[in-house]
């Protein structure tokens, strides 16, 4: 017998301006999807299983008593996929869905290929949009095609569930992809209306307050580059420490707010005007409202590796951190595309690794194939 499995292809992405800032309501955010990709394959099985080749795991089989999903192992980095798959789950029971066992497995190529370190492209984020997705094409069947406002909202809350904090900015690039304007939902009023038990089907057709995601077009002639420090970083700690001084010292922080405010409004503006050097003097302009933000709260945003790397940039253009700092990645905008080489042999002089990387002009992108089976009864509800 033969039916239907799908290929899902799910960006990674790197935030241009407004990071920190964009965890407050009707603060904005700059984030593009890049040309690296998580991709999940999904297909109907006897038993639920999940491998993940690039961790060494394989057939690791699950079951789900209708209120949590458990693994056959303990492992902290199956967390995102336990989350996104329970989430998922009760959606497709609220909506009278027939569950049966599949077999999904997730590769990515968000990481360095020769460490395996992370490069700060939003892996989690993009593991659990890859999965959410995954699960609602397989489904889809018995339900209307999955939109992907569907796929954000039920990745977002999976992700909050997870890790308890964030903006869900990573989430919007991977699943819309392209160059974002993001505005963040509140995730406590997510939180507390999920812990109220809100039906989750009514929950995410209802508007989330202050989430607003727009896409945008550059400047025509403005090129952007990006460069890796070879440090980890981690997000949520970080966010963890920015959420405290927001709590010790809130005129400070109201500060930090308006110039990120700023920074990020020129920053657009510069975009539907088309004025690339605009764009570089607003990349600069949020460059310096994340030290000022870095000074107060003690916290290391630009490690020495980022420092270089953005003092090269300024040669050429401007150059910031991306995301959370605190290493990974750092960008650039640069003035002229014939000074690409240049900027990427200084980089690789202080130590910066030039990437690759490009915009992802689409976020979830799904492909249909035959899995051939001898599961006559693969429909066994779990």
Aim: proline share 4%.
């Amino acid at each position: 017998m033969t039916f239907s499995s799908y290929r899902v292809t799910v960006p990674g992405k790197l935030l241009i301006a407004g990071e920190y800032a964009v965890i407050e309501p009707n603060q904005q955010a700059v984030v593009i999807a890049v040309n690296r990709y998580i991709t999940a394959t999904i297909e109907p099985s006897k038993q639920n299983k999940l491998s993940l080749p690039q961790f060494g795991m394989d057939n690791i089989t699950w079951e789900d008593s209708g209120k949590e999903v458990q693994f056959s192992i303990v492992d902290q980095r199956l967390r995102f996929i336990q989350n996104s798959i329970m989430i998922t789950n009760q959606f497709l029971r609220e909506n009278s869905v027939t569950l049966y066992p599949f077999h999904l497995t997730i590769d990515s190529a968000l990481d360095d290929p020769s460490t395996g370190r992370k490069y700060g492209l939003g892996s989690s984020a993009a593991i659990v949009v890859a999965v959410v997705s995954a699960m609602l094409m397989l489904y889809g069947e018995q339900e209307a095609p999955p939109t992907l406002a569907q796929v954000f909202k039920l990745s977002a809350i999976a992700h909050l569930k997870t890790q308890k904090n964030g903006s869900g900015v990573d989430i919007a690039a991977s699943t819309f992809g392209g160059w974002l304007v993001y505005s963040s939902f509140n995730p406590k009023w997510v939180g507390d209306e999920l812990q109220e038990g809100i039906n989750l089907s009514e929950f995410i057709k209802k508007p989330w307050p202050n989430l607003a995601i727009t896409p945008i077009k550059p400047p025509a002639n403005l090129t952007f580059c990006v460069g890796w420090t070879k440090e980890s970083a981690s997000t949520a700690p970080m966010i963890t420490a920015v959420q405290k001084f927001r709590a010790r010292k809130q005129e400070a922080y109201s500060q930090f707010l308006q110039e990120s405010s700023q920074a990020v409004s020129h920053l657009i503006k510069s975009f539907e005007e088309n004025d690339n050097q605009e764009s570089i003097s607003s990349l600069k302009q949020n460059r310096n409202a994340l030290r000022m933000l870095s000074k107060q709260a003690d916290i290391t945003i630009e490690t020495s590796k980022l420092k270089d790397l953005c003092a090269v940039a300024e040669k050429y253009g401007s150059g910031k951190s991306s995301g959370a700092g605190g290493g990974d990645c750092g960008i650039a905008f640069i003035k002229d595309v014939d000074q690409i080489e240049a900027l990427k042999e200084a980089w690789r002089n202080t130590g910066i690794l030039p990437l690759k990387l490009t915009v992802s002009q689409k976020g979830v992108s799904v492909t249909e194939y035959n899995c051939e089976m001898s599961l006559p009864d693969y429909r066994v509800s779990v």
